[in-house]
Structures are given as structure tokens and as C-alpha cells.
């Protein structure tokens, strides 16, 4: 395993750093001016530079307007984009999108991708992956869902309930995943089906109020009543979904690790400096040990993140499910970046908490990332199946 990165991929990890210093730092100050988080007119402004800049879509393949990086390659560049809350949304690389893109560039058919992916990768309209929903429905266990697709000679129509999709407010489309066959489980009778916002049947209940301000459209409650789509509008194959949704899942995962690696660098960043000063019992803050284990502990769990996330991408790469290692990965990436917000929070002291740093505001983003995608607990169950397997019997 080589993890060093290429010269020209380091070029545009510098390039990305740069810019995000110059033009997307200078934006925190306004972050929650907008319900959005940032003004639509901003966002749209800082998107055209990074376009302009050649840093559009890193992820994204050249015939769709991006820099055509491997997982691999776009490791360190998604971790530069992500020092900033408003980084990943400037490049076209943010969450809920990219995943979606990702699902879209492997399964829409070419009607598909005219219609969706092309003006998606354009940044010209949003979308949104609605698959969860609020108890009874699916959460942690997908063999819970309760939407449900029934065919009515060449239509499908659709009823059920979903919350926390993200990014449905002002999205053109949705990603849907329903249940389309009840007498076999989840992974075997689930459909995906692309929808426009507008469709009759779609009912967005209300953007979910969460801790850290809202994101951009929102995390939506949102209702399907009698909606009806046409066979055309499912993505791959009838009784796939579940397939489908795993491959848009674990590369997910990894993009989420790179980008709340990014931001968690910089709190560390900002601790640092603020630890070498502020003096406090006759000597700066990085004096006391105390700190100084603090700060240790957060550069070593940066540092064994990042082989995490290096060793997944490659073997991903090789063909592997990294099954394993990718719930491994998400687990302590997504436990270690909380860690590392907290101790920078500590470090600060009372300026921590305050607003004048943005290491609060990104303290309370960055707890969701324990939950989704797959909660820790979930994660843990799966590593635990394996070494059960594995090492269980005598
Ligand atoms: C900010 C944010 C954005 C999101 N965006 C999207 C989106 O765009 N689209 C989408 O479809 N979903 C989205 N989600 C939903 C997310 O995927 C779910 O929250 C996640 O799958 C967990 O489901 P749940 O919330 O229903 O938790 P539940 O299933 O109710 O679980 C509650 C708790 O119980 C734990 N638990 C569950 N099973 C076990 C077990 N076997 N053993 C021990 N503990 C267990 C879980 O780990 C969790 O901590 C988002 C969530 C958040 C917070």
C-alpha cells in the first residue's frame, strides 16, 4: 500500500486550500444569516468563482464538468474543502449531492442522466435521498420500511412517510426508496425511484428544526400521498434498491470521514494557537502538559483517521466491499472528529464557547455525523458480526 499522494493531485489540494482561505472563510461570519445557512446570492457567487477557479466538482468526471479524481485522489482535496462548513457546498461536493451524483453516475440510464445527473453536476438544481423515516418506519434497521410502491398497470403509486431527507426544500427531485415487494425483506423488495419535487402526491411537512442551524434545504419531514410515477422512474431495477443504496452508502461514508477530518484539523489548528497565546499560571497554555496531551491526542487521532479513510479508499479501489473497514472507519472518524471539536472547545475555554470562534457552531454540526449514515452503534454491530465470526469458535 502506497498512500503517498501524486504531485498533481498535492497541486490541487493546495489550490483548494487556498482558495477556501481566500474565498469561503471570509463567508463564516454570515453562516445562519439565511435559513439556508448562507444567502442563496452568496453561495451562488463563491460557486461561479470555484468554477472559474477550476475547482469545480473534484468528484465528478470530466464529461460532467468536474476534475475526474478517483476516491483515492480527492482524499486530501475533500479534506481541504471541508475546513469550512461552506467549503464542500462551494466546490459541488457536499452532502446530500455528491452521494447522489455518485448513485446517479452508476445506475441512471441515459434518459436519466439528461434529465437529473447533468443539471444536478451543473449545480443548477439540488435533490434529495429520501429513504428514512420516523418510527415505526426505517431508521438504523432498513428491514423496517414502510413506504410502499404498488404497481397500477404501467404507474406505481406511492404512500408512505419520511423524515430528515436532506436538502429537500428547493430540490428539483427526490430519490425515493420504497418497498415494492412485501412478502420478501428489505434488501430483496426495494425500489428506488427518481421523482420531481413538483409531482402531485409530494407533501413537504416541514423543514426538521436540529441543533447547529439549519443546512441548506433543510432536513425535511416529508409525506407521499397517492403518488403516482411512471415504471420509467425507477433507477436501476425493480427490487434493487437496497443493492443500489449500498454502493451510494460506502464511498458516502468515506466523503463525510474526509470532509469532518478537514474541519477538525482546523479546530485544532485554532486551539493550538490559542494555547500558545494565552498564558495562564506563569507560562503559555502549550505549556502545561495537560494541554499538551490534549492536543497529542487529537493530532494522533487525526493522523490514524486519515490512514483509515487512505486504506478504505484503496480498497475500494481494488474491487473490495470494504465492508469492514469502512464501518470501522466511520465509527472512529466519526467518534475521533468529536473528540478533537471537544478538546479544541476546552482548550479555548470561554472563547470556545462563545461565537466569536466557529468551533461551537461546528461542534454542534459535527455531532449528527455519530448518527447518520449508519449511527455508531449500528456500525459496531456489523464490525462485531465479523469478529464473532471469525474468532467466536474454538
Ligand atoms: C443531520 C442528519 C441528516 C440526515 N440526512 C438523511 C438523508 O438525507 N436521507 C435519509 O434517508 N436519512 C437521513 N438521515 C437519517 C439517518 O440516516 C438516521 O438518523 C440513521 O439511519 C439512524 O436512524 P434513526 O434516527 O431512525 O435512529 P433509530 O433507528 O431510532 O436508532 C436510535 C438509536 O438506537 C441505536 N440502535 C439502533 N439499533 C441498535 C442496535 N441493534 N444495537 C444498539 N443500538 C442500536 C442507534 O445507533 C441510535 O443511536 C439524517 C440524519 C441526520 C441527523
Not at 471570509?26 to 457567487?45: N, Q, S, T
Not at 412478502?183 to 436540529?210: C, M, N, Q, S
Request: aromatic residues 6%; proline residues 6%; hydrophobic residues 40%.
Amino acid at each position: 500500500m502506497d498512500f503517498s499522494t501524486p504531485e498533481p493531485v498535492q497541486a490541487i489540494a493546495r489550490r483548494v486550500r487556498e482558495f477556501i482561505d481566500a474565498e469561503v472563510v471570509p463567508l463564516e461570519p454570515f453562516y445562519g444569516e439565511h435559513i439556508d445557512g448562507i444567502r442563496p446570492d452568496r453561495l451562488e457567487a463563491v460557486r461561479a468563482r470555484a468554477k472559474a477557479a477550476g475547482l469545480w466538482g473534484p468528484q465528478l468526471p470530466k464529461d460532467l464538468g468536474g476534475l475526474g479524481l478517483s476516491l483515492q485522489e480527492i482524499v486530501p482535496v475533500f479534506e481541504e474543502a471541508g475546513r469550512s462548513l461552506i467549503g464542500p457546498a462551494a466546490l459541488h461536493c457536499s452532502a446530500p449531492d455528491e452521494g447522489n451524483m455518485h448513485l446517479l453516475h452508476m445506475f441512471a440510464n441515459p434518459e436519466q442522466v439528461e434529465r437529473y445527473l447533468r443539471p444536478l453536476a451543473a449545480g443548477q438544481i439540488r435533490s434529495g435521498f429520501a429513504m428514512t423515516e420516523p418510527p415505526p418506519g426505517a431508521g438504523s434497521d432498513p428491514n423496517m420500511l414502510l413506504t410502499r410502491a404498488v404497481r397500477d398497470g404501467d404507474d406505481w403509486i406511492i404512500d408512505g412517510h419520511k423524515w430528515f431527507t436532506s436538502g429537500a426544500d428547493g430540490a428539483a427531485f427526490l430519490i425515493i426508496m420504497a418497498r415494492t415487494n412485501p412478502d420478501v425483506p428489505t434488501h430483496k423488495g426495494a425500489t428506488i425511484f427518481l421523482a420531481p419535487i413538483e409531482t402531485p402526491g409530494i407533501e413537504i411537512v416541514r423543514r426538521v428544526p436540529i441543533m447547529g442551524g439549519d443546512d441548506l434545504g433543510g432536513h425535511c419531514e416529508i409525506r407521499f400521498n397517492n403518488l403516482r410515477l411512471p415504471h420509467s422512474a425507477i433507477l436501476g431495477e425493480e427490487g434493487q434498491g437496497f443493492a443500489l443504496t449500498q454502493k451510494r452508502l460506502g464511498p458516502a461514508r468515506l466523503t463525510h470521514c474526509m470532509r469532518w477530518t478537514g474541519l477538525a484539523q482546523r479546530a485544532l489548528e485554532i486551539a493550538t494557537q490559542y494555547a500558545n497565546e494565552r498564558e495562564a499560571f506563569g507560562s503559555k497554555l502549550s505549556g502545561h502538559q495537560s494541554i499538551q496531551w490534549m492536543l497529542a491526542d487529537s493530532a494522533t487521532e487525526l493522523h490514524a483517521g486519515r490512514l483509515m479513510i487512505h486504506q478504505c479508499a484503496w480498497l475500494l479501489a481494488q474491487g473490495s466491499d470494504a465492508r469492514q473497514e469502512s464501518s470501522m472507519c466511520k465509527v472512529f472518524v466519526a467518534e475521533s472528529v468529536n473528540r478533537v471539536l471537544d478538546r479544541a472547545i476546552q482548550i479555548c475555554g470561554a472563547k470556545g464557547i462563545s461565537r466569536d470562534l466557529p468551533l461551537s457552531r461546528w461542534y454542534e454540526a459535527i455531532r449528527a455525523f455519530r448518527i447518520y449514515d449508519g449511527a455508531s452503534e449500528v456500525h459496531r454491530m456489523v464490525i462485531a458480526r465479523q469478529v464473532v465470526k471469525k474468532y467466536g469458535s474454538t
